[in-house]
Nanobody, 125 residues
Framework: QVQLAESGGGLVQAGGSLRLLCAAS????????MAWFRQAPGKEREFVAAMPWSVGGTTYADSVKGRFTISRDNAKNTAYLQMNSLKPEDTAVYYC??????????????????WGQGTQVTVSS
C-alpha cells in the first residue's frame, strides 16, 4: 500500500516556475513507477510525465517537454515535478500517481494503482 500527498501548487504568472512535491508513505514506494497527471476544468485527466522506480529514464507529454522535469528521491520517499516557463494552459489540478507493475511510462490514468489528492496550479497571463 502506498499513500501519496502532493504539495507545492499555487498561483504564478506566465513564465514563472513552481516545484511540486509528492510525498509517499509505504515500504513499496521505492519499487513504484511514478507519474504526474493533470486535469483542467471540463477536461479529462491527462498524462504529464513519468519515470521508473530507479533513476535513469523519463518520458514527457509533448506539451511540457523541455519545460518540466520529473525526478525522485527514494531515500526521502518523495517525487518532484519542476515546472518552468509556465503557461496559462498549464493551469490544472496536478496529481501524482504510483504503480507497482513492471512497466513504466504508462500514459493512461487507469494503469496506476495509487493517487494523491491533487494540488492546484494556476498560471495567470
Amino acid at each position: 500500500q502506498v499513500q501519496l500527498a502532493e504539495s507545492g501548487g499555487g498561483l504564478v504568472q506566465a513564465g514563472g516556475s513552481l516545484r511540486l512535491l509528492c510525498a509517499a508513505s509505504g515500504r513499496t514506494f521505492g519499487r513504484c513507477a511514478m507519474a504526474w497527471f493533470r486535469q483542467a476544468p471540463g477536461k479529462e485527466r491527462e498524462f504529464v510525465a513519468a519515470m521508473p522506480w530507479s533513476v535513469g529514464g523519463t518520458t514527457y507529454a509533448d506539451s511540457v517537454k523541455g519545460r518540466f522535469t520529473i525526478s525522485r528521491d527514494n531515500a526521502k520517499n518523495t517525487a518532484y515535478l519542476q515546472m518552468n516557463s509556465l503557461k496559462p494552459e498549464d493551469t490544472a489540478v496536478y496529481y501524482c500517481a504510483a504503480d507497482l507493475g513492471a512497466a513504466w511510462g504508462k500514459r493512461n490514468s487507469y494503469e496506476y494503482d495509487y493517487w494523491g489528492q491533487g494540488t492546484q496550479v494556476t498560471v495567470s497571463s
